[in-house]
């Protein structure tokens, strides 16, 4: 497969020229508020980026010459573009006296939806107010399949029509129908929907007389001898501009941008998370009613008033197996029984990787409820009665385009009973529902590839939009419970997406929603725990007036970055790296056992890999890179010169399954080899670039201010690590020695070891030191986000030569060592910093410079200045402590404190 081309940064002028004409003191666009008329006149007010559309739509038709007469509207699905629509109307109306609009799509169902938003007044999704009013005058809407010749004052015409009918009507001459003639004699505003599907002749490059698009512009350029000429808006969440002639054909046409991960982060959808599990369908099925009817439980106990509903869909990948599975279904809430569901829960409590929160608290609440499951199972029973359950498929492929739209498009009503809908077809783009808390997908015969994880991941989008449930009769559409330490979120405001557990396809999975720049995160029973300080340590002095020290910083120079070593890059010209063989058809359990391997010299390997990778990552384009490598010239001095990569001079060395053939090694997976490498560097630019270097004054910072309470969670690891690195295992202990000042310690195995064997020393410790011998954590979580993380750091400084007489790699970030033995009596307070590590090989040695700095500070006393000339203070640091003591670290720590 070849790889996309990531292209440069898209810019759009439209939108640049609008946002300077806010910001410009002089500009007549300056200060511009929407009229009162928009927002009074629509069911809900414009949110602010509704609002920011709309300005700059107004910028482009007020102060540019000549108004553009064909726009775009970029906005996430969910955002409210139909609201937007609404609000155009009511502007283009009043403002520039249009009174015709065509609302275009490709689909009937995103045509039966938008008649319900703009022109069925009875219908409970109607946009505007009853009664419109514009400085005093009525206006009517009045739906119409052609515009009239003498249009009648105040009203709007607006004609709901496919693009397909459209694109007929204007090539095969019929009565009654709307030929290029009345788009000449009427001016018309065009509101083209879903517009990505318009791009029939742009997206093959060809000029096709008779497409949907060459319709479209039929019409809008049918009046460009007239001073008032035809308008074309279009809308959509989707569209290509990675593609060069897509950008290209809208560059000047962009007028406002509102990605996806936007509307997620402004709140105005569901959070997102993956319960995934290795459960059949059947179970499944009974899972995600356990956690639906448990949503609606806890709705109404959290004051939800009002209709509260959650449906289910489940997706199937052929009609045949969603009808089975509605047999499935209805024969499981059939049957289900106390005792059959008691036992259901507890087996799945037990089963291994069981680890959904939500599904634990609904076991919970039915296990603590057992006196009135009889009583559940009823209300089960009724709530998804077979009644209850819409089976949606069709032939279409769209599961909106027959006979079930009403049924699927009121499913907030409150006189809509159904839960749960089965489906083959794809969320599509007219379902606007907003009460769907749960997809399931059905595993049987289901695709894993990109091309379905990419349908998953949209359906996912699709059904992410917000529910404005009630409290105390007050709805919100944005999400209340972000900052809430409660369960509200993950019942009330979270859309769950029910797969299977298989790493491969959870990896391509999780791809697609990064590529749809979707935020997820898999709901895990994984609460934070809360590590104190002990009462009896904050008794102590030494927590009242004692001092931690760290070196402080000064400011680097751009001169200084003048190669790639500079950045902490230990870039070699024999690269050494692992073929990522797990995408290749070898089984998972593969990847968790010892594979024989070999190490092999890649000949073919040579500078166009490199160019070549370059060209497709976006943080390499020369104005990019030169933010970050100031004194750089050109990218040939970056690819080829030999501060740099040296391209032409590097050998590739790579590890593959010892049965693999040099010769079956593509060129492709060589490339990804290469875009991995040069990801790495990316990373190490960006952190290495660091205008700061440490100097070799230490300052205090008070014990009782950065020694704090923290919360942390315990992280699951993936099987495969585990096996490579057992020691990385986290878990939690309580420990009641008085030297450790923590209540209890979430370490891993190699860090709880390293606390048992500085425990082994404590009593002689106590004997030399009579006031004080306490053991620091010194967490990252402490102060995560604060500045206080920043100044609990350590800075390499000095001459950097190590005790092997070698020239120490520049590290100009800091870094916090895990631990810090604190020692003092009546003459000296000793602060002694440790730093496990677990890992070996290659990362064991890029992470050597850390332990070269913690020796440096031992070795050189004398080079370490204090503020206010502090004398009773020494600064020490140890070995990396490695598993069972194997650098013979407690016997340097003997040394330093002359035990």
């Known amino acids: 497969m070849v790889k996309k081309k990531i292209n440069n940064v898209r810019h759009f002028p439209l939108i640049d020229q ?117 400085e005093g005058q009525r206006i009517f809407i009045r739906q119409v399949e052609r515009f009239p010749n003498l249009p009648q004052k105040n009203t709007i015409y607006i004609k709901l029509s496919s693009v397909q009918k459209v694109s007929d009507d204007l090539f095969v001459l019929k009565e009654n129908t709307m030929g290029l003639s009345d788009y000449e004699n009427n001016p018309v505003v065009i509101l083209a929907d879903e517009a990505h599907h318009y791009s029939a002749s742009t997206k093959a490059e060809k000029d096709a007389e008779n497409t949907w698009e060459s319709a479209i512009n039929k019409i809008l350029t049918a009046r460009n001898d007239k001073e008032k000429k035809n308008l ?33 982060r402004d709140k105005y959808s569901k959070q997102v998370k993956r319960i995934e599990t290795s459960v059949n369908d059947t179970d499944k099925m009974l899972n995600v009613v356990l956690l639906s009817q448990f949503r609606k439980y806890r709705a109404y106990a959290e004051g939800v008033t009002g209709t509260f509903k959650p449906v289910i869909m489940f997706k199937s990948p052929k009609v045949a197996i969603s009808l089975e599975a509605t047999k499935i279904f209805n024969d499981v809430i059939a049957n289900l029984n106390v005792s059959d569901l008691i036992t259901f829960i507890k087996r799945q409590q037990v089963l291994p990787g069981n680890e959904s929160s939500a599904l634990e608290l609904a076991y919970n609440f039915y296990l603590q409820n057992e006196d009135d499951l009889a009583k559940i199972i009823r209300e089960i029973k009724h709530d998804f009665d077979p009644r209850n359950v819409l089976n949606a498929n069709d032939t279409s492929g769209n599961m909106l385009e027959k006979g079930q739209y009403m049924a699927l498009n009121t499913l907030e009503s409150p006189n809509n009973l159904y839960r749960v809908v089965f489906a083959v ?14 997809i399931v997908r059905i595993e049987k015969e289901a695709a894993t590839n990109k091309t379905a994880t990419m349908v998953e991941a949209q359906l996912i989008g699709r059904g992410a939009r917000y529910y404005p449930f009630e409290i105390d009769g007050e709805k919100s559409y944005q999400r209340r419970y972000d900052n809430d330490l409660s369960n509200k979120q993950l019942l009330l405001e979270t859309l769950h997406y029910h797969t299977m557990n298989e790493p491969q396809y959870l990896k391509q999975l999780v791809g697609s929603l990064k590529q749809m720049d979707l935020p997820t995160g898999q709901d895990k029973k994984n609460p ?31 001169e200084w970055f003048d190669s790639i070593g500079k950045y902490g890059i230990d870039h070699r010209l024999e690269i050494s790296r692992r073929l990522n063989y797990g995408s290749r058809e070898v089984a998972y359990e593969a990847t968790i056992e010892n594979v024989e391997t070999k190490t092999v010299h890649i000949e073919k390997f040579d500078h166009r890999f490199i160019k070549k990778a370059i060209q497709s990552l976006e943080f390499y384009r020369f104005d990019n890179l030169k933010l970050y490598i100031p004194l750089l010239k050109s990218m040939k001095e970056f690819i080829y010169g030999e501060k740099w990569l040296n391209a032409l001079n590097l050998k590739l060395f790579l590890t593959v399954p010892k049965e693999y053939r040099i010769a079956n090694i593509s060129r492709n997976e060589l490339l990804k080899v290469t875009i991995e490498l040069l990801k790495e560097y990316e990373s190490k630019f960006k952190s290495g670039y660091i205008k700061e270097r440490g100097t070799n004054n230490f300052v205090g910072y008070p014990i009782n201010e950065y020694l704090t309470n923290y919360n942390k969670r315990i992280p699951d690891y993936d099987t495969a690590n585990l096996l490579q690195e057992t020691t990385q295992k986290v878990s ?55 500045v206080k993380s920043e ?105 330093v404190t002359e035990l």
């Not at 077809?425 to 606007?432: I, N, P, V, Y």
């Not at 440790?834 to 290659?842: C, F, R, T, V």
């Open 18 to 134: 609008a946002d300077e004409a806010e910001q410009n003191l002089f500009s007549p666009h300056q200060g511009y508020i929407i009229p009162d008329y928009v927002n009074q006149n629509l069911i809900h007010t414009l949110r602010y980026y509704q609002d920011k559309a709309l300005r700059n739509y107004h910028y482009t038709q007020t102060q540019i010459v000549p108004n553009p007469q064909h726009v775009l509207f970029n906005m996430a699905t969910g955002s409210g573009k139909t609201d937007l629509m609404a609000g155009l109307i009511l502007y283009l109306f009043q403002e520039h006296k249009y009174q015709n609009f065509l609302f275009t799509v490709n689909t009937n169902s995103v045509l039966m939806k938008t008649k319900d938003n703009l022109v069925t007044e009875a219908s409970e999704k109607y946009l505007f107010n009853e009664n419109i009013e514009i």
């Open 425 to 438: 077809a794809k969320l599509t783009e007219g379902w606007d529902v907003l009460n769907l808390y749960d």
């Open 791 to 895: 100044k609990l750091k350590l800075h390499q400084y000095g001459s950097r030569i190590n005790r092997s007489g070698e020239t120490v790699d520049v590290h100009l970030q800091g870094f916090q060592p895990d631990f810090i033995l604190f020692l003092e009596d009546s003459d000296v307070q000793f602060q002694i910093f440790i730093e496990p590590k677990g890992m070996s090989g290659d990362r064991f040695v890029s992470e050597l410079w850390k332990q070269d700095l913690l020796l440096y500070i031992t070795d050189h006393q004398a080079e370490i200045e204090f503020e206010d000339n502090i004398s009773n203070v020494q600064i020490k640091g140890l070995k990396f402590y490695t598993k069972n003591d194997g650098q013979k670290t407690m016997s340097q720590l003997e040394e």
């Open 528 to 558: 934070p725990i809360e590590v104190k300080i002990k009462t009896s340590f904050k008794r102590t002095d030494t927590y009242k007036t004692g001092q931690i020290y760290y070196n402080v910083t000064e400011k680097v120079s751009d």
């Open 732 to 786: 939690a202990y309580e420990i009641d020695d008085e030297f450790y000042v923590y209540e209890k310690a979430i370490v891993n195995k190699l860090e709880y070891e390293l606390i048992e064997r500085i425990k082994s020393y404590v009593p002689k410790l106590k004997q030399k030191y009579n006031k004080a011998v306490y053991l620091f954590r010194m967490d990252e979580n402490m102060h995560r986000e604060s």
């Open 232 to 264: 074309l808006l279009e809308f959509t969440a989707t569209v290509d501009f990675d593609k060069d002639t897509i950008y290209d054909k809208y560059r000047d046409k962009v007028v406002y941008r509102y990605p996806l991960n936007q509307l997620m």
